[in-house]
């Protein structure tokens, strides 16, 4: 099991950015995945960003490509999504998760691979 605590939300105005970190404790393997939700007020749940831990591939939500980046030092076992040109409708609760196997496998787009999830830190983008 491991163990998500994510901070860094906040309120920006639009075209501001913010930086998303997610502290990650217990058993964590290289091989395996992690990820970065949102679920905005009213919709469903989506994937937003993903990395392999180990070889740091990345794949990102057409919503979000070009403009958040998503990161890990596997040193400090920390995730980060650095947000920028934010719009109004990035706005979310924002939640990292972690997948027991590779990225190839977990994607973003199939979040019942995710095992462990965190509490989520809200991120709201005004006009």
């Known amino acids: 099991q491991v163990q998500l605590v994510e901070s860094g939300g906040g309120s920006v105005q639009a075209g501001g950015s913010l930086r998303l970190t997610c502290a990650a404790s217990?058993?964590?393997?290289?091989?395996?995945?992690m990820a970065w939700f949102r679920q905005a007020p009213g919709k469903e749940r989506e994937g937003v960003a993903g990395?392999?831990?180990?070889?740091?591939?990345?794949i990102y939500a057409d919503s979000v490509k070009g403009r958040f980046t998503i990161s890990r030092d596997n040193a400090k076992n920390t995730l980060y999504l650095q947000m920028n040109s934010l719009k109004p409708e990035d706005t979310g609760m924002y939640y990292c998760?972690?997948?027991?196997?590779?990225?190839?496998?977990?994607?973003?787009?199939?979040?019942?691979?995710?095992?462990?999830w965190g509490q989520g830190t809200q991120v709201t983008v005004s006009t």
């Open positions: 998760a972690y997948c027991a196997a590779s990225l190839n496998l977990c994607g973003i787009e199939r979040e019942w691979r995710y095992r462990d």
């Open positions: 217990g058993i964590i393997n290289s091989r395996h995945s």
């Open positions: 990395i392999g831990l180990n070889i740091g591939m990345t």
